[in-house]
């Protein structure tokens, strides 16, 4: 419970650091609003041309009679703009960090330089295109991991009662795992932590990762709170990875320190 306490703090005071930091608060919107803009051009598309495509895709029910060729289509393409709505949730954070990873990048260093007792940032060291490398690699894999696990609870979600009670509440837990994961890569790729070990150091918190990553994605699922709600995410996945990797705070420092010494930095 302790940990789980604790990640829903560092959603809030990620969100509090970036009220506080307004300009970097306004760059942090930019990808996500780019991200949101291409992302509703896709899910409009399939609005408008999944018929045709689900049609295209099933000639073998043209000569189908009414209302039996209907029906079958009209729930592709029902199934269809679900599993791209699915997919858009799942994916909307990667895609966000990938387009947005310098100023992501930025806003983190300065959330570790703020928090940290001596004023410094761990830095990769790496030039800007490896950088981007590592992270769109490192995305694709895990939306690789998180897509199977979409159709999977999607297909699970047809199972009566359990399929509307149980795998909802299992989706908004897996959605939040991964989020978390993508939003503390930002932090710890500059530590140099592969994402083996990224893994391996949340799944060894799992409490203290649902805490942050459950109520963020399932404000996630609210149209636009996304974009919104990134900047914080960020600020506080950067937090949260100091306490993965056992980095003090100027603040624990402080509260640590004996009475009367003052902690400069």
């Known amino acids: 419970?302790?940990?789980l306490r604790t990640g829903f703090g560092y959603l809030l005071k990620g969100q509090r650091w970036v009220a506080r930091h307004g300009k970097q608060y306004g760059f942090g919107l930019i990808p996500g609003l780019i991200t949101l803009v291409l992302y509703a051009a896709a899910l409009v598309g399939l609005a408008l041309w999944g018929e045709d495509f689900v049609a295209w895709s099933t000639p073998f029910a043209d000569d189908w009679s009414s209302p039996w060729q209907?029906?079958?289509?009209?729930?592709?393409?029902a199934v269809l703009f679900a599993l791209g709505l699915l997919l858009s949730v799942i994916t909307f954070t990667a895609a966000t960090l990938l387009i947005?990873?310098?100023?992501?990048?930025?806003?983190?260093?300065?959330?570790?330089?703020?928090?940290?007792?001596?004023?410094t940032a761990p830095e990769s060291g790496l030039p800007l295109w490896r950088e981007l490398w590592i992270s769109g690699r490192d995305s694709l894999r895990i939306v690789l991991r998180a897509a199977v696990w979409g159709v999977l609870l999607f297909a699970l979600g047809f199972v009566p009662v359990a399929g509307q009670t149980v795998v909802p509440v299992i989706g908004v837990v897996v959605t939040g795992f991964f989020l978390t994961e993508e939003l503390t890569a930002v932090a710890l790729q500059r530590r140099r932590v592969e994402l083996r070990d990224r893994l391996a150091l949340l799944r060894s918190r799992k409490a203290l990762v649902w805490g942050f990553g459950t109520p963020l994605a399932a404000a996630f699922l609210v149209p636009f709170v996304a974009v919104f709600l990134m900047?914080?995410?960020v600020a506080g996945a950067t937090l949260m990875a100091r306490d993965l990797r056992g980095e003090e705070t100027e603040e624990e420092t402080a509260a640590t320190a004996p009475d009367g010494e003052s902690v400069s930095r």
């Open 1 to 3: 419970m302790r940990d």
């Open 70 to 77: 209907g029906l079958f289509r009209g729930f592709l393409t």
């Open 100 to 119: 947005g990873q310098p100023f992501y990048e930025n806003l983190s260093e300065k959330v570790d330089r703020d928090v940290s007792p001596d004023g």
């Open 231 to 233: 900047p914080g995410a």
